[in-house]
Structure formats: C-alpha cells, structure tokens
C-alpha cells in the first residue's frame, strides 16, 4: 500500500465517475441551447453547445498545466518525486467539488473553466500521470521498464473499467433531497481525498540499483556516437506520438458528444457502459503486449497498435446502431499499445536524472499539439453534422496512419545502432 499503485486506482476511479457526471450535466445544460444566426435544429444546437464547452474546457485543462508541470518534473527529478503526484493531486480534489457544487446549487455551467484553471495551475494529469511513470521506472530495470508501464496503464484501464460501469448507475440515483448525480459526485471526489491523503501520508519513492535507463550495450559506445542516433530517435519517438495522440485525442474528444445525439442518443449508464467498452481496450492492450513481445521488437508492437486504432476509428465513421460501436471498439483492441511503448522507448534514451524531464517534455508536447487539434475536429465535426457527423473519425484514421511514418524509419534507426553495436562488441571481444 506504499508503492505508486493505490494512486493510478484511486485516481482512474474518480476520474471515470467525474468523466460521466460531466457530460451529463452539459448534456442536460445544454437542451434549450439557441443559435438563431447560425439556423440549425434542436439536436444541432445541442451538439455546438456541448462541443463548444468541451473545446473549451479542453484547451484549459491541457494547455493551462504545462508551466507548473514543467516546474514538477524540475523538483521531482532534484528528489522531491511525490510532488508531481501530490500537487495536482489538490487540483483534482477542487475541480471534482466544483462540479458538486454545481449540480447542488444550481450554479451556471462556466464555474467549471474556473474550476479547470485551477486544476490546470495545479499540474493536472500533464503533471501527475509523468510523476507516476517516473515512478514506475525509477523501480523497475531496463529490460523489465517497458512491461512495468504496461502494468500502468493496465490498473488504469482496469480501474476505470470498473468505474465506468458502476457510473451511469450512480449518477441516476435521485431522491427528493438528491439531484442526479450528487451521489456519483460525492464518490468521485471522496475517492481523490483518499488518493491526496495515500499520496502525502503514505507514497513511498523506490529505486532499482539497477534501473538504468539506458541499456548498458549503448553505454559502452563512445558517448559522441550515440548521442546523434538518440536523438534522432527522440525526435522521431516525438513526432509519431504527438500525431497518434492527435488522433487519438481529436476523436475520443468528439465521441462523447457523438453518441448523446441521435441516433445512438445514450442514457447515462449506456454511456458508463461505452466509455467501459474505452478501457477494456487497456486490457486487451496488456494481453496483446505479453503475447506479442515474444516475437516482435517494440517498434513493431506501435506499428500494430496503430493500424488497431486507425481501422477501428475509421469503422466508427458509419456507426449508426450502439452494437455498431462495439464492434468498432473491438478492432481497437491493442490501440493503447503505442504511447507507453514510445514511452519506454524514450526513457532508454536518457539518464535517470532526466528521465522525469523528457517524460514531462513529451507530455507537454502533446498539450501543444492539442493547440491544433482540439479546435480543428471540433470545428470540423460542427460542420459537417449535417451530412456526415462520422468525418472526423476518418480524418482521426487519416492522421494515425501519417503517424506510422516515423515509426517505420525509427525502426530502421534502432536496427542500424543494434548492428554498430553488435560490431563494437564482437571488435572488443577479438
């Protein structure tokens, strides 16, 4: 109970429950939404209003983070590791009793960009999920980081499974004292005062004696030569992860708005249940990274991981009945297999000493490319709800396969350094 663990739970549980009760609520604050210049129906209207709050709020809570986090991972790597967990720990607390607030007392529905400016002041997950990562490498050994980090975003993907479904249920419970979803806020927020308290009282940091994060065949080499080669690997690590992530994230943003309107218009817990179907894709992800590493390289795990998401993103384009989102679902079954591989990859890269700060830089990097595509698949899926509410996940597929591009020359770079090292070694040994 003094390891990283309780946290990833702790927090994926609330998170999910939080996730839900919010779209609800805009959901909700969103019917009677109007905008005569712009002539469009009801469920239109609807739709630009929800859009817009997330667009918003989004650009908030990602971009807002990045100075404070920036400064976390600068004190997590001097040895003070359990700030960049602990500070926006605090922000999450506050932002999940915003919301409370919100629904008990009726409060108009911008309290929560205020709410999302504190939690962004506070490091936010950009913050948070670094810290975590850090963590989990810092006490695991190079040739184990890769299925360490998979086992974090197993206990995330398995807690906000559980929390998932249990959140549609929770969020309708209602009684003439109660409104709808003060019971599923109440649990939300009690559960991140748990993940603060464990985190302050409780979190112990453990290093591996033998962690390092660069393999020791790379160390041997003449410090001059590698240098170049990783960092051409850095760049490469960079770029796929901030294209997949657009991707990624450009359509998960529009995904929630999508399945509220017709003609899947989903209740609460058919959307508890939706999101659940998200996270058993991490544990599909975990099995497919066991079964796989047996008999491929890393770079190709993201390759497969990729074209999972790209042809399940793009089937979603035409969904039209709720079974057909679950089948678009299924082919995304190894989808979360990229980001913690490039990830691992990346930490391979580094120090130790730096590992807190490139792991944060990539964060950061994603935040800034959600500059771009936050409002761009938004504008572009208010645009085309009339004639096609599906094209933005077929550009979201579009943009995954441009993200394999780097990949494919990353694995030509990682081959070509295994052969120079390889004719190092066998040079020494003759």
């Avoid at 360490?148 to 197993?154: A, R």
């Avoid at 590493?293 to 991981?305: A, K, N």
């Avoid at 089948?327 to 980001?339: D, G, K, Q, S």
């Avoid at 396969?401 to 066998?426: A, E, F, H, N």
């Amino acid at each position: 109970l003094k390891l990283w663990e309780p946290v990833v739970v702790l927090e994926q549980l609330g998170s999910t429950l939080f996730e839900t009760a919010l779209l609800m609520v805009v959901k909700d604050r969103s019917v009677n939404a109007t905008y005569p210049d712009a002539h469009l129906s009801r469920e239109d209207s609807q739709q630009k209003a929800i859009t817009d709050f997330y667009m918003a709020y989004n650009l908030i809570i990602r971009l807002l983070p990045i100075l404070p986090a920036l400064l976390l991972a600068r004190l997590g790597d001097r040895g003070w590791r359990r700030a960049p967990i602990v500070v926006p720990m605090s922000g999450y607390l506050l932002s999940r009793l915003a919301l409370l607030l919100v629904v008990v007392f009726r409060l108009p529905l911008e309290v929560m960009f205020g709410a999302a400016v504190v939690f962004g002041l506070s490091g936010g997950f950009c913050a948070y999920w670094p810290g975590v990562m850090t963590l989990a490498s810092l006490g695991s050994t190079a040739t184990d980081r890769s299925k360490v980090m998979m086992k974090v975003e197993l206990l995330y993907g398995a807690a906000g499974l559980v929390g998932s479904l249990v959140s549609g249920h929770l969020f309708l419970l209602y009684s003439f004292s109660l409104k709808h979803g003060i019971v599923l806020l109440t649990v939300s927020a009690l559960l991140h005062l748990l993940c603060l308290i464990h985190s302050i009282f409780l979190l112990q940091v453990s290093v591996c004696d033998n962690c390092h994060l660069i393999p020791p065949a790379y160390s041997e080499a003449p410090a001059e030569a590698p240098l170049g080669k990783d960092m051409v690997n850095v760049v490469l690590l960079f770029a796929a992860a901030m294209l997949y992530n657009s991707a990624v994230g450009g359509a998960i943003d529009i995904l929630g708005s999508f399945v509220v309107k017709e003609p899947l218009n989903w209740s609460a817990t058919q959307v508890g249940y939706g999101n659940a179907a998200g996270f058993m894709i991490f544990l599909t992800s975990f099995v497919g990274v066991m079964v796989f590493r047996r008999c491929v390289s890393d770079v190709t795990l993201i390759l497969i991981g990729m074209l999972s998401f790209a042809s399940g993103i793009y089937f979603m384009s035409f969904v039209t009945a709720t079974y057909m989102f679950y089948i678009a679902r299924v082919l995304n079954l190894f989808a979360l297999i990229p980001m913690p591989t490039i990830r691992s990859l990346l930490s391979q890269q580094v120090p130790a000493s730096s590992c807190g700060t490139i792991l944060t830089s990539l964060q950061l990097a994603l935040k800034f490319a959600g500059l771009a595509y936050i409002p761009a698949f938004t504008k572009i899926y208010q645009r085309t709800l009339d004639w096609f509410p599906g094209f933005v996940f077929t550009l979201s597929s579009v943009i995954t396969v441009l993200g394999m591009i780097p990949i494919r020359y990353d694995k030509r770079q990682y081959m070509r350094i295994q052969v120079s090292v390889g004719t190092r070694q066998t040079g020494s040994k003759t």
